[in-house]
């Protein structure tokens, strides 16, 4: 189901975790939940505070007085991905006064963190703008058992995800879990290979507090 705002989304668990190495905090990217469509005055903040983040944009035209007009909009209103130390993100939410919430799992009551392969993927797609991207609410098990693929050519090249057909093309959904998807527009097979080495998640979920 493609995504229209804020209704009708769900949010499935996703497995939280502090990394640390070494005594040392490292950057993790949280999942924020910015209300009143804020989001990119959010990451105005966190740009002149130097803080890395991320918002899922794309074109879109738009008749505006009889014309056609192309504009960079959010792709998902209300949602920021956010590259931080858990430290400094709570020091960042004590100090600004714009409206940002963690999104937090449901069954550990934590915030959400993303795996840094799953949003690297992510970033190869939805940073690209394309207005032919395809967005979409996922659900518990979407996308699960299709084939795992890496795109090793084109605009989306090093991108990992599920190679699928939508709406009549074959393309690769980027899932990340329980929050938001994305599908790239056409690649075609001779631009992807099989991943058969262990998925990148998972040992992405082995780092363990040292």
């Known amino acids: 189901m493609v995504l229209h705002g804020k209704k009708n989304t769900i949010f499935a668990p ?6 640390v190495k070494k005594g040392r905090e490292e950057k993790v990217w949280y999942a924020i939940r910015v209300t009143y469509n804020r989001e990119l005055k959010v990451k105005e903040d966190l740009d002149s505070r130097g803080i890395t983040s991320f918002v899922p944009m794309q074109y ?5 007085h009889g014309v056609m007009v192309k504009r960079l909009v959010p792709s998902v209103h209300n949602l920021i991905f956010i590259h931080i130390t858990p430290s400094d993100m709570k020091e960042y939410k004590a100090s600004t006064d714009l409206p940002i919430r963690y999104i937090m799992n449901r069954e550990t009551r934590k915030p959400i963190i993303v795996p840094n392969a799953e949003m690297d993927s992510f970033i190869k797609v939805a940073g690209t ?14 996308f699960a ?5 890496r795109i090793i050519g ?9 190679f699928v057909r939508l709406k009549g093309d074959r ?17 075609h097979p001779s631009m992807i290979e ?9 040992l992405d979920n082995a780092l363990q507090i040292l």
């Open 145 to 149: 058992t299709g084939e795992r693929v």
């Open 60 to 64: 879109r035209r738009e008749e505006r």
């Open 194 to 202: 099989k991943i058969t080495e262990p998925d990148s998640k998972k």
């Open 129 to 142: 703008y394309e207005e032919k991207l395809i967005y979409l609410n996922p659900n518990p098990g979407d």
């Open 171 to 187: 393309r690769v959904v980027i899932n990340v879990e329980g929050l938001v998807a994305v599908a790239t527009t056409f690649v």
């Open 14 to 19: 996703v497995e939280v975790r502090t990394i």
């Open 154 to 162: 084109g605009m989306f090249a090093g991108a990992e995800g599920v």
